[in-house]
């Protein structure tokens, strides 16, 4: 791998750890607000909200510069976010804003692989993309939940900078500090990101330009046999993961009596899955078996109903390692297959914007619908068993779907398409 491809990962880990802090610190902050059950999940909604809202300008925004000054630019805007809170903005507005950011920095960071490495590199560096994405995305879950313990938060509270007074008071203004404090890092690592050299055209600037533009993307991508099976099972995988967030919380409060800080841990453990999944995608799976993996979609789906069953933490951890590793040997070469598709048939830049409009706009849908299961007071286990056999479900119908594409196109001589 080149040199450049490691400072993305290191500016991409920074950023990614902070988001996850943010989130159990920002979920901390609307306990302690009192606001109602449903109000939760409706922080994921917010943050993903810019993703699909913008999804038409961020493409042409990523093309327009270096992917690197997007990045950076991107990161300013999270870093903004997150100090509105500071400012006793509401959590969910603030922690949109800093979606805002997220949804602008995404096409840069996973466009500039395909700027950066051939293709037969694509599914490794996904696989390393995806492992340290989730590796942040345990420990921001385990910082957030971190620094949102009395013993921790006191301890900040009492750190004092010499000759500085800091106007600091409350335990969610401390584990902001710390968290503000990673996005800077992450803004150093974008400044060291080396320019590609990659041209695009001149860049459209009239909204309706672009808006009909990205239709067009959206239609050629969902039309294509190969990009609408990836896009489909990347879809689904982005709006189930974000939910069983969720589920994993509410489960372990319920069926394992935990509180937030030691079940944001949980969550960590899925995600360890997922880095081993990746891992092994990456290892063992080449670009051209890239569609042999989608029956592990259906397998996780019905092992995660397994986990009404559980009510122990030593069962609790190997079940959701299972689960985990699963969504990451499924999804990792589905989303190689995707960036190569999309790359093949229109820029970097705009194949990610389209992806991150529907995968987001699946956790949208499915968020909302967690949200009002909980204000229905739906029991968790109900929902688990729901969850699980709509995902499993779900991946049926895709491989249903591909086998009629398979009848129709040899899939292997579409992947060995060349680049225009």
Request: net charge neutral; aromatic share 10%.
């Amino acid at each position: 791998m080149k040199r450049g491809f490691y400072t993305i990962m290191a500016a991409q880990f920074f950023s990614s750890l902070a988001d996850n802090a943010l989130l159990i610190a920002s979920m901390a902050l609307l306990i302690s607000m009192q606001a109602p059950g449903w109000m939760t999940p409706l922080l994921k909604l917010f943050f993903v909200l810019s993703y699909v809202i913008l999804a038409a300008f961020v493409g042409a925004f990523a093309d327009a510069l270096p992917k690197g000054k997007v990045m950076f630019i991107t990161n300013l805007i999270k870093i903004a976010g997150c100090t509105l809170m500071f400012f006793h903005v509401h959590p969910l507005i603030a922690y949109a804003v800093v979606g805002f950011g997220a949804a602008a920095y995404s096409p840069a960071k996973y466009g500039i692989l395909t700027e950066l490495l051939p293709a037969e590199k694509l599914v490794a560096a996904n696989g390393w993309i995806e492992g340290l994405t989730v590796s942040s995305i345990i420990l921001g879950t385990v910082l957030g939940g971190a620094l949102v313990t009395p013993h921790v938060s006191a301890t900040l509270l009492n750190f004092d900078f010499p000759f500085i007074d800091f106007p600091i008071s409350t335990p969610t203004e401390a584990a902001l500090c710390v968290i503000t404090a990673f996005y800077v890092v992450a803004a150093l690592f974008n400044l060291r990101i080396p320019d590609t050299g990659a041209c695009y055209e001149h860049q459209k600037t009239n909204p309706f330009q672009l808006v009909a533009d990205f239709a067009q993307c959206f239609t050629t991508l969902w039309r294509d046999k190969l990009g609408q099976i990836s896009l489909a099972v990347t879809t689904l995988f982005w709006g189930a993961g974000a939910t069983l967030q969720f589920i994993v919380l509410k489960w372990a409060e319920e069926s394992l009596q935990m509180p937030l800080n030691k079940a944001a841990v949980l969550q960590g453990v899925v995600a360890i899955g997922i880095a081993i999944g990746a891992v092994a995608a990456a290892r063992f799976i080449p670009l051209k078996k890239s569609l042999s993996v989608m029956p592990l979609g259906v397998a996780m789906g019905l092992v995660v109903t397994t986990m009404i069953f559980v009510h122990n933490v030593v069962i609790a951890y190997p079940l959701l390692i299972l689960v985990g590793a699963l969504a990451g040997f499924f999804v990792v070469p589905m989303n190689a297959l995707l960036q190569h598709r999309g790359h093949v048939l229109m820029s970097a830049g705009h194949s990610i914007a389209v992806q991150n409009f529907n995968e987001n706009l699946s956790v949208l849908v499915m968020l909302g619908l967690y949200a009002l299961m909980v204000s229905l007071n739906l029991h968790v286990k109900t929902v688990i068993v729901l969850f699980g056999l709509f995902v499993a479900g779900t991946m049926l119908l895709v491989m249903k779907q591909h086998a009629a594409n398979q009848r129709e196109f040899d899939s292997l001589s579409l992947i060995g398409e060349h680049k225009h």
